[in-house]
């Protein structure tokens, strides 16, 4: 085959897509290092080749592109969509990275399968809502039972400690919440 030939198949761009055998300048081309196996679609390379990568993230960044799909943050126990960061959110800022995370189709699926032990909290925190829940906990600091209420109510109030990530127990009155872990 002569040098300027090229035969449009895919092959493995070795982090986390595929390139097309094609003539470099356009975005996914590449010229075909000799000895290497080639695909017949974006699709077959990424699953045969790229068995790491999560096949909508491989499928996207090959045509240079974003899933919009959801992806989990762990450290901000939060799930952000996967795409153009420059769009704002609810998209990735940074661009999400990692090429091995599940991708899925909606914020709350991805909370319930990654951050389920936070429930509701994770899909608002996500989509930037208020998440008060009305119910009281215990405020640690504070010594007392908190209300979980939005601030514009004027009470005296506690933040959700799910904030935290760690699950804590609510009531619906401050007398329950008071009698079962304050009561020394």
Not at 122 to 146: E, L, M, Q, R
Request: with cysteine; charged share 20%; hydrophobic share 30%.
């Amino acid at each position: 085959m002569a040098s300027n030939e090229y035969i449009f198949r895919w092959l493995p761009e070795w982090y986390d897509g595929c390139l097309q055998d094609c003539e470099i300048g356009p975005f996914g081309c590449a010229h075909v290092p000799p000895h290497i196996v080639l695909y017949d679609s974006i699709g077959a390379c990424c699953a045969m080749a790229q068995l790491w990568v999560d096949l909508n993230c491989c499928y996207s960044r090959s045509i240079d592109g974003y899933s919009d799909g959801w992806v989990v943050h762990y450290g901000g126990l939060n799930v952000s969509n996967d795409c153009d960061p420059a769009e704002g959110p609810p998209c990735s800022d940074p661009e999400h990275s990692v090429p091995s995370g599940t991708i899925v189709a909606t914020p709350e699926e991805c909370c319930q399968t990654k951050l389920g032990w936070i429930g509701d909290l994770c899909v608002a925190k996500s989509k930037n809502i208020a998440y008060y829940t009305d119910k009281y906990h215990v405020d640690c600091k504070g010594f007392k039972c908190a209300k979980e209420c939005d601030p514009k109510a004027g009470l005296p109030m506690g933040n959700p400690p799910a904030l935290s990530g760690v699950p804590t127990e609510r009531f619906d009155t401050a007398e329950a919440c008071c009698v079962g872990n304050l009561g020394w």
